[in-house]
């Protein structure tokens, strides 16, 4: 496969990047026809956009410089213009399917990071939260099934396995259990600063339409699930996003995110299988490469770097790629499925101690019934059973007896020492 190698790629000059009203809007693909993967560029790319428009300004409050704040306005106009992507996705494709298609992204996409990411504690993240999304899969595929008489397969087309993992009812934890070490930016490989970005803005844009999304459904259940997941990925947005070195300078993080845009899109024209399509990622790849230099002006003139210092590589290298994770994904089901967070590291269930926060938490989130398992309830046979692996009972079982041990022992010291 073609290498990516952002400075030798050619760009196109950012006042010849504004686009007419009839070219922002492009006619979606067919929801019938288009392959699974090509959807979940679309959605890829509208998180990219997202998350560099957002970045930008925040950058924009938090700058005095008026030139600086010209420069970012100009580069997120464009991305604004390009954010657009999403439009790609039809009308006809409801919210449920949409959601099927985002999951989907953070099964495959987090699969493909984690594969490729050289930091082991940075990779340790990913395993972990795959887990999480991989189960958010599946029970949206029983809220598919219940609430539309939907079939998953039509949206994964197989390439991507449906059933429980690590429970949604056991993401709950404690805002403390989100805190994360970060990586060293002197020493982090530029693959897993690409990574990092990458996943933040997934799980951003994932989180932001759920919450959005949600209340489009009158059935309460589904309206409930959809705060419960987004609740899970505000967590994921979180832990994703303390990964990245905070002692990065704005300028450095903003030429990070362009780089990043032209690698994602760079990634997805060289397997994209739609013609039309492509040649939007192509054509957007170049504007992202202009994006990019201007970061590296800015970052000379205002803090004298070089910005081949920065990025420290020609190549970024593999590309992100799409494609089934099957056997990836029951390894870590395998070795993961019990692992927690606790105090910035991962534990077994079996191993931590009485005092870790989340018991409580989840005590407390889930005393009344939890809309994750209640869903399962609604869907077909063959989908619920599925919650009934022998695996994932005895995590559930294991979880529930650890969480009334350690507040029925909380309660007795409280009777105790009124
Ligand atoms: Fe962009
Ligand atoms: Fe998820
Ligand atoms: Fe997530
Ligand atoms: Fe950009």
Known sequence: MVQFKPFEMDSIPIEEQFMNWKEIVKPPYNKKSVDAYTRTRVILMNGIENASILMSHAIERMTVDPEIKRQMAMMRRVDSMQQTVDWLNPANQSVIETTLGYEQVAVDLTSNLAKNEPDPYVKQTLDFALLEDFDHLYRYSCLYDYLEGGNYDSIVQGKTEVKAARPTVAHHRHPDETMRKHYDKDTADIKTKMNYLTIVAGEQQTELFYKTQGNMYSDELARQLYSEIADVEEEHVTLYGLLGDPRETMLEKSAHMQLCEAYIYFSCAQTETDPRIKAIWEDFAKMEISHFENCARLL????????????????????????????????????????????????????????????????????????????????????????????IKQFKRQLAERTQNVMASQREKMMSHP
Do not use: H
Request: aromatic residues 8%; negative net charge.
């Open 300 to 391: 000379e003139k205002y803090e004298g770097r070089d910005i081949s210092d920065v990025v420290k590589a020609d190549v970024i290298e593999p590309l992100v790629v799409f494609e089934p994770n099957k056997n990836y994904v029951n390894k870590v089901i395998d070795e993961q499925l019990d692992l927690m967070p606790s105090n910035m590291e991962y534990k077994r269930l079996g191993e931590l101690s009485d005092e870790w926060a989340s018991f409580k938490f989840q005590w407390k989130m889930n005393e009344a019934d939890v809309p994750s398992k209640e869903v399962v309830s609604k869907a077909s046979s063959e989908l619920a059973k599925r919650d009934q692996a022998k695996n």
